[in-house]
């Protein structure tokens, strides 16, 4: 069976000290109980990361970054590797969030060299698909997320797709209040499972998880996590409160 997931993607939230007493605040009120059955990651900006390490360390929260550089290292102002988040302890990546692919120009072909690379650095890629307004009211939804996952897992073997977790976040539900309807959420998460079928094969695609994220909160998450193909959720603006994010999380037992 698959095991929920639930991450926190804090963007550009939080600075250390500001951190370091919500990573505080989470560690101290999740159940033990909740997060043996639930994993549960959280992805706050690169200067908190060895904060993370050091709040976490010995719990069962992991940790990850929202972002990196398809480079080991070089002259490349301002980017961080994969090498150095997995030195930082890091064992999740957030790659293609629609945020990236929207105001940093990011390709499916760019993303992709994100996840290779991402692998090859002993990362666990959390990618992100996903279609805009415009792209569901033309009705090319469906296409778009097959495109995305197709391109973005190009040369990914088949021992390495059990490293990667999809999110699918519709664009138009990002930090809007507007979710997926069950029937919406419902629909791509199976397409996208079909998508991992015909790109490897059934057992691959019966193994995968698919994560919802889009305006998830504590008082839609459970209905959206009872859906058999969602498997948890990557979470924005809810993960920045202790209290929202832990009833995420609890969601999320099944
Ligand atoms: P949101 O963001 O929960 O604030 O909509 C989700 C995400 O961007 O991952």
């Known amino acids: 069976m698959r095991k929920k997931f639930v991450a926190g993607n804090w963007k550009?939230?939080?600075?250390?000290?500001?951190?370091?007493?919500?990573?505080?605040?989470?560690?101290?009120?999740?159940?033990?109980?909740?997060?043996?059955k639930v994993e549960t990651v959280?992805?706050?900006p690169y200067l908190s990361l060895h904060t993370a390490s050091e709040i976490f360390a010995g719990s069962n929260i992991g940790y990850g970054a929202q972002n990196m550089h398809y480079k080991d290292n070089g002259a490349f102002t301002g980017e961080i590797s994969g090498k150095m988040l997995k030195d930082a302890g890091c064992r999740y990546v957030i790659l293609?969030?629609?945020?990236?692919?929207?105001?940093?120009?990011?390709?499916?072909h760019l993303i992709n060299l994100k996840?290779?690379?991402?692998?090859?650095?002993?990362?666990f890629p959390v990618l992100c698909v996903g279609e805009t307004l415009e792209q569901?009211?033309?009705?090319?939804?469906?296409?778009?997320?097959?495109e995305q996952v197709t391109l973005c897992l190009k040369g990914v073997s088949e021992g390495d797709i059990a490293k990667i977790i999809i999110a699918?976040?519709?664009?138009w539900a990002?930090?809007?209040?507007?979710?997926a309807s069950t029937e919406q959420a419902e629909e791509m998460h199976s397409e996208i499972r079909n998508s991992i079928g015909n790109l490897y094969n059934i057992s691959t695609a019966g193994n995968i998880r698919?994560?919802?994220?889009?305006?998830?909160?504590?008082?839609?998450?459970?209905?959206?996590?009872?859906?058999?193909?969602?498997?948890?959720?990557?979470?924005?603006?809810?993960?920045?409160?202790a209290a929202s994010f832990i009833k995420i999380i609890e969601s999320a037992l099944q």
């Open 174 to 179: 990002i930090g809007t209040g507007k979710t």
């Open 210 to 241: 698919i994560l919802y994220g889009g305006s998830v909160n504590e008082t839609n998450a459970k209905e959206l996590f009872s859906i058999p193909d969602i498997d948890g959720g990557l979470i924005g603006g809810a993960s920045l409160k």
């Open 168 to 171: 699918y976040e519709p664009v």
């Open 96 to 108: 293609g969030h629609s945020e990236r692919r929207q105001y940093f120009n990011e390709t499916n």
């Open 42 to 44: 959280i992805c706050p």
């Open 136 to 146: 569901r009211e033309e009705e090319i939804h469906k296409k778009i997320a097959d």
């Open 12 to 36: 550009m939230n939080k600075n250390v000290a500001e951190a370091a007493e919500l990573m505080k605040e989470i560690k101290e009120n999740l159940e033990k109980e909740v997060s043996e």
């Open 115 to 123: 996840v290779i690379k991402a692998l090859e650095s002993g990362l």
